[in-house]
C-alpha cells in the first residue's frame, strides 16, 4: 500500500509541474507575438496599411502617421461615431502632443465618421 503513495504524490507533482510549464510557455508565446506584432509597423518605415480613398484621407495621411500605423483607426471603427472620433484627435493633441492642424480638423473628422465610424 505504502508503494503506493508516493509515485502518486511524485505524479501529481509532475503532473502540476507540466500545467505550471504549460501556463509559463504560452505566457511567453503571447509575448513573443505581441512583441512581434507590435514591432511590425513600427520597423516597416513606411505605410502599408491601405484606407479609404475618399475626401479627407490625405488631411488624415499628413496629420496621423507621424507616430503610429493608420489600422489605429481601423481597429476602432467599431467603437467610434463622430464625437468618439473628435475626442481621439483632441486626446493625441492633448496627451501625446500630436501636431494636428487646425484646418485640417473638420476634413479629418468627415472622413473618419463616414468611412470609418461605428455603425
Ligand atoms: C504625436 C504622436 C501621435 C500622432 C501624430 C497621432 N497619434 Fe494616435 N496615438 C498616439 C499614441 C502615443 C497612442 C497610444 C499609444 C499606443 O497604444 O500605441 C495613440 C493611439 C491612437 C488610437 C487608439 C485609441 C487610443 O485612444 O489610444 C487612435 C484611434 C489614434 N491614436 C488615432 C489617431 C488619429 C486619427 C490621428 C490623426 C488625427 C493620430 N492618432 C495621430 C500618438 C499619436
Redesign the pocket.
Known amino acids: 500500500m505504502k508503494k503506493f503513495v508516493v509515485p502518486s504524490a511524485a505524479s501529481a507533482a509532475r503532473a502540476a509541474m507540466a500545467r505550471a510549464t504549460a501556463t509559463r510557455a504560452s505566457a511567453v508565446l503571447a509575448c513573443l507575438l505581441a512583441s512581434v506584432f507590435a514591432g511590425v509597423p513600427a520597423s516597416a518605415g513606411e505605410e502599408k496599411v491601405q484606407i479609404v480613398a475618399a475626401p479627407g484621407v490625405e488631411q488624415?495621411r499628413a496629420?496621423?502617421?507621424?507616430?503610429?500605423s493608420l489600422d489605429?483607426?481601423q481597429?476602432?471603427s467599431p467603437f467610434?461615431d463622430r464625437k468618439g472620433?473628435e475626442a481621439?484627435?483632441t486626446?493625441?493633441e492633448k496627451?501625446?502632443?500630436?501636431?494636428?492642424k487646425a484646418e485640417?480638423?473638420e476634413a479629418?473628422l468627415n472622413y473618419?465618421s463616414t468611412n470609418y465610424g461605428k455603425k
Open positions: 488624415v496629420n496621423c502617421i507621424a507616430c503610429h489605429y483607426i481597429m476602432n467610434l472620433w481621439a484627435i486626446k493625441m496627451a501625446f502632443a500630436a501636431p494636428i485640417d480638423k479629418m473618419l
